[in-house]
């Protein structure tokens, strides 16, 4: 049984390695490797007799696997094309515990996918149920400034907080992301402009 399993994380990591080399530096992808090589080291004792070791190579499949799935959302292209996404309902669906301040005509061009899925990781990154979420425009842009209040916990994958958060905003919805202060990130999106 732990064999299948071990089969299946183990081509789950190949594939999102395989990913990663295609689309980023080898660098973001040297902890998958890590992970993956531990969990077949593991694995290959405890095949050979050392069977106190299955505890430790459940762990190091889920870790295998949490870091695919990282490597997944990165490697992922927005699903859509871009259009007028509005805001407030987005950040209705996304962060919906969240206490918003946007005007109601806050409108975005991007992928709706994309947007949802960049704060979706940004509530898991900045973390807490007491969200606060600000959006002014500047310029061509609307600066979303989210702010998390309690306590955060830390990611399981760390490369799943602010490393997927800049490269969704950065390369998949052509914004950027400032993330000076620790927790309190400000995404610039492109605005709407009706005309």
């Not at 600000?134 to 907080?161: C, H, I």
Request: glycine share 8%.
């Amino acid at each position: 049984m732990w064999v299948a399993a071990w089969s299946r994380c183990r081509t789950a990591a190949g594939t999102g390695l395989r990913t990663l080399r295609s689309r980023r530096p080898a660098a973001r992808g040297s902890r998958s490797r890590s992970a993956s090589l531990a969990l077949q080291e593991s694995a290959r004792q405890a095949a050979f007799g050392r069977p106190e070791l299955l505890e430790a190579v459940f762990e190091q499949a889920q870790e295998v696997s949490r870091r695919a799935a990282a490597l997944e959302a990165a490697a992922a292209g927005p699903r859509d094309r871009p259009r007028r996404v509005v805001l407030g309902a987005l950040l209705n669906a996304a962060l919906p515990a969240a206490t918003r301040t946007l005007p109601a005509d806050a409108a975005v061009i991007g992928s709706e996918p994309a947007l949802m899925d960049a704060f979706v990781r940004v509530r898991d990154w900045v973390g807490g149920d007491d969200i606060k979420v600000a959006a002014e425009p500047t310029g061509d842009w609307w600066k979303v400034s989210v702010r998390g209040g309690g306590k955060r916990l830390a990611l399981a994958v760390p490369e799943m907080g602010e490393p997927l958060v800049r490269l969704l905003v950065d390369t998949h919805l052509d914004g950027w992301l400032d993330s000076k202060q620790a927790g309190a990130p400000d995404i610039y999106l492109p605005a709407y402009r009706q005309g």
